[in-house]
């Protein structure tokens, strides 16, 4: 894949710029899930311009390494150890949310916790990783040219950074979003594991995005209700 980068040369027809159309629209379809995993984790820190930074910062760091991956797809591909990693590292802070118990006495309200902006930085980086493991697949699947799938992948942690931001704001605003948005996580976690250890029983991509719609269209189902301080805030 780095060869090919290198060697290729940079070309516009109408055949690439469908197919870059196509990766952008892969990317938005399949960037929900992980958007709101990364605004969940943004809100584990308390003051909310640092939430801005650690997602600015942290998909910058996403950035570097999802271009990394692109360039290395060829021989990451040949080790499932990688896709055993990110599925293990998904299913961790699927579990590490969930089992985070309530804070609170009203709705529960669960939630990673940072004392820092830089403890946040790296889970978004490597959480933005592991989600991209299954996305770089795809988009390698789709198109032949690496500029045409960093190209994509550009777009598509732009798109992420601004869908990112209004899932920090949606996940006050809608009582089961962030719980909708780890338990997709989860199926993710478990789709790369089962491509791992079980290839056959991998569902079809269809099936789930259905799934993350079913589980987004329970995530806003339901408002909070804010005080009249939280809606000034």
Known sequence: ???????????????????????????????????????????????????????????????????????????????????LLGAAYLLWLVFNYFSSGNNEDDDHKRSLHFSSLWKAIPMIAVTDLAFSLDSVTTAIAVADETWLIIAGGTIGVITLRFLAGLFIRWIEEYTHLEDAGFVTVGFVGLRLLLKVIKPELVP?????????????VWGFSKKNVLTSEEQNS
Do not use: C
């Open 1 to 83: 894949m780095l060869d090919q980068f290198l060697d290729s040369s940079i070309e516009f027809n109408f055949h690439n710029v469908a197919i870059l159309l196509i990766l952008i629209g892969l990317e938005a379809v399949l960037s929900a899930d992980n958007a709101v995993a990364l605004a969940a984790i943004a809100q584990g820190i308390e003051d909310k311009k640092r939430q801005q930074d650690a997602l600015n910062f942290g998909l910058v760091a996403a950035y570097v390494l999802r271009i990394t991956l692109i360039l290395a797809a060829t021989w990451v591909v040949n080790y499932w150890q990688f896709q």
């Open 204 to 216: 079809p991509e269809w099936v789930m995005i259905a799934a993350i719609i079913l589980m987004f």
